[in-house]
């Protein structure tokens, strides 16, 4: 058994060596190396990346996948309004949050380790090769309190010092220090019983009283994560300008922050939004896949009002990209696995991986493997790095107006690519990950069936 997920990975080793241009997306990163506390050089940021993609690895094999199966066994359960996680997991966050993973992309400043975005992704191959539960409730932590950060930044109510790249004051600076402390996550809120893909369809609603203060009302469903305390909502604001249009009502649709319960002094909570069910699923079992009652929730209105759809979009690409990386650390587990088992299991007078059919399942499986490394990889750099140019080039003052005009072509280009490999990522990615899995039980056999 495998003592550290990431140093017995040739190929992710491989990308973090050689397959990564890391130079451009590090000093955008570190804002040219102006923070007296973070690396002052590539090859100094490159070291400290080596040494957190190490740690993980280790921590993840040593301590996360030994616990999966209790994890998946024991569920989680809602008692008396809350979810109740297994021991196990709570064990394990608790770890997560003492190695301040919750913070590993949000900017040291805001208490974060400012590390990029790939480096995060690449953790979560790691993390999902082992339990894809623990990986997923993960992302709630960081990946929200990065999106509190960017959403501020968007409708303009994070102040960045010019000179330095450095966040000087942020709206949602309370609840990014809560997620990364590990005593509070979020979620996205999109699904509804009659509207999942067709979100024109959506009928929760957002409306405005006359102080201006914003509540939602509705009912989410299958919201993973849907016990953590912030909650990213899209609602119906506006009426359906043509009914006719199937699409109309998206020009309708606003974004909103919606705390969901509040902590009370004398340690009970008080829930402003209902968790109404736990779904049961036939895996994924340390997972919370929650229903949720808003009964005129309080809510902050994210940017302006109709455009949640676009809000949405932005939110969604990049869990898209997190998606593909998750469905590769499964994929990377069940090659593993049935290479492991092929290679002790007799038939015939041979171990079964010399026999043509299975040889020729397990080449195949690991050729597709490097192949959603290669198209998840190149999104994740593309994607980081457009957002990063804009950045730049909407807060930092040491750009010329030529650097201004190149980062502008860049970011073009950059977002050009990613509208094409995303979803290619997301939709290999995922039938390998059921077909890789299937594979694997295949060639356990019976045992893989019992």
Known sequence: MSTNYYKDNEDLRWYVEHGVDWGPLVELTERRFVDADGPQSVDEALESYRDILGMVGEFVAQQIAPHVAAIDEKKVHLVDGEVVAPPEMDRIFEQIAELGLHGLSVPRELGGMNVPLLVYFMNSEVMGRADVSVMAHHGFHGGMAMAALVFSLREGTTTIDPETGRVTETKFADAIAEIIEGKAWGCMDITEPDAGSDMAALRSRGVQDEDGQWFVTGEKIFITSGHGKYHFVIARTEDVADPSDPM????????????TYEDLPDGSR???????????????NGSATAALLFDRAPAVLLGERGQGFQQMLMLMNNARIGVGFECLGLCEAAWRKAR???????????????????????DEMEA????????????AYHEELSQKLQLALDHYGHLNEAEREEAKREIRWRKKKVRRITPLLKGFASEKAVEMARRCVQIHGGNGYM
């Open 270 to 284: 008080r829930r402003i939004v209902e968790i109404t069910r736990l779904e049961e699923k036939l895996g994924h």
């Open 340 to 362: 492991d088992y092929a290679a002790e299991r007799r038939s015939m007078g041979k171990t079964i991986d010399r026999h043509e059919l299975i040889a020729d399942m397990l």
């Open 368 to 379: 597709d493997i490097v192949a959603i490394r290669a198209m998840a990889v190149e999104a």
């Open 248 to 259: 109309s009502g998206l020009k309708g649709l606003s974004f909103f922050l919606v705390p």
